[in-house]
């Protein structure tokens, strides 16, 4: 399929976090009845899901399957948002890989979001929900990107003074959000660019 058909389809793409070969521990179902299942999480807006997928297919952890819309999956037979909470042990411990993996390989939209962020209120700006900024640094990056937009992670650190790995930070963030269900401000989970779902 074609960027363009994907695109035009809305396909929602997720990373598998687990894999549980003879299904979920919390399933009574005798193991006959069950079909591989485990956990994923959505890359476009980090949301998390249960997954069963088909029998006829091993997938590994890191393995990128089709959750949306359900006519588009391939090995995946069905699916359910859950919090995080509800993660197997090993799909937790797997989750903070996972999320370093999709910053490192989206860097432009998070490079992005250090030149977009706005105000939030009065007295609260995007910026300062990030882990470690504070004033002084908020305003360090927004003087900067008035200059000059960022290009990289790299480019970042070397403009504003004293903001170390902003990539880990984007991720610290992304972890709080996941973990924390009652923050007030959700910055990047569950953010799909005004889609419903």
């Not at 490079?111 to 929900?129: E, G, K, M, S």
């Amino acid at each position: 399929m074609s960027e363009a058909e994907g695109d035009e389809t809305d396909v929602r793409r997720a990373v598998v976090l687990d894999y549980l070969a003879h299904g979920l521990s919390d399933d009574a179902r005798p193991q006959y009845e069950k079909s591989p299942a485990g956990y994923a999480m959505r890359i476009d807006d980090f949301q998390l899901y249960e997954v069963a997928f088909d029998e006829a297919v091993r997938l590994t952890i890191g393995s990128d399957v089709v959750v949306e819309p359900p006519e588009e999956r391939d090995v995946v037979i069905e699916c359910q948002e859950v919090e995080y909470d509800d993660l197997s042990s090993g799909a937790k411990t797997e989750l903070e890989y996972v999320v370093e993996d999709l910053v490192e390989e989206h860097e432009r939209r998070f490079v992005d979001f250090y030149n977009d962020a706005q105000p939030i209120t009065l007295r609260l700006h995007q910026l300062n929900l990030l882990p470690g900024i504070g004033k002084k640094l908020r305003n360090g990056i927004l003087d900067e990107r008035k200059r000059k937009p960022f290009e990289s992670f790299d480019e970042l650190s070397e403009r504003v003074s004293g903001l170390h790995d902003p990539d880990e930070i984007i991720v610290e963030r992304i972890l709080e959000e996941l973990r924390d269900d009652d923050l007030k401000y959700q910055t990047f989970v569950g953010r799909r660019d005004g889609a419903q779902e």
